[in-house]
Nanobody, 118 residues
Framework: GHVVESGGGLVQPGGSLRLSCTAS????????NDWYRQAPGKERELVAT???????RYADAVKVRFTISRDNGKNTTYLQMNSLKPEDTAVYYC?????????????WGQGTQVTVSS
């Protein structure tokens, strides 16, 4: 399976970006689509999750400002990021959690840089 992110870039504080994550050739049942981020010198952290049932969860730091969504027909997950802050600067990674009901599988994208700066 493959997971590819796109949509990162440089944006001013208060601006918006939309990240996309397209999954392909994942032959197992997908449980969750997630976005993680890792800032320089910090550990990777979970930003947002959408389950196969459509339930969403967010880190406290991004609640209200970020929205995760999924287009099943396009196998694509989105992260709409509004009111961006300098502390949102990080490499953002797409993650897919899947299962064959015996084992769990994880798929990671290569990451996309988001820089919030004036």
């Amino acid at each position: 399976g493959h997971v590819v992110e796109s949509g990162g870039g440089l944006v001013q504080p208060g601006g918006s970006l939309r990240l996309s994550c397209t999954a392909s050739e994942i032959r197992h049942t997908i449980n969750t689509n997630d976005w993680y981020r890792q800032a320089p010198g910090k550990e990777r952290e979970l930003v947002a999750t959408i389950t196969s049932q459509g339930t969403t969860r967010y880190a406290d730091a991004v609640k209200v400002r970020f929205t995760i969504s999924r287009d099943n027909g396009k196998n694509t997950t989105y992260l709409q990021m509004n009111s961006l802050k300098p502390e949102d600067t990080a490499v953002y990674y797409c993650h897919v959690g899947a299962t064959d009901y015996i084992y769990e599988y994880e798929y990671w994208g290569q990451g996309t840089q988001v820089t919030v700066s004036s």
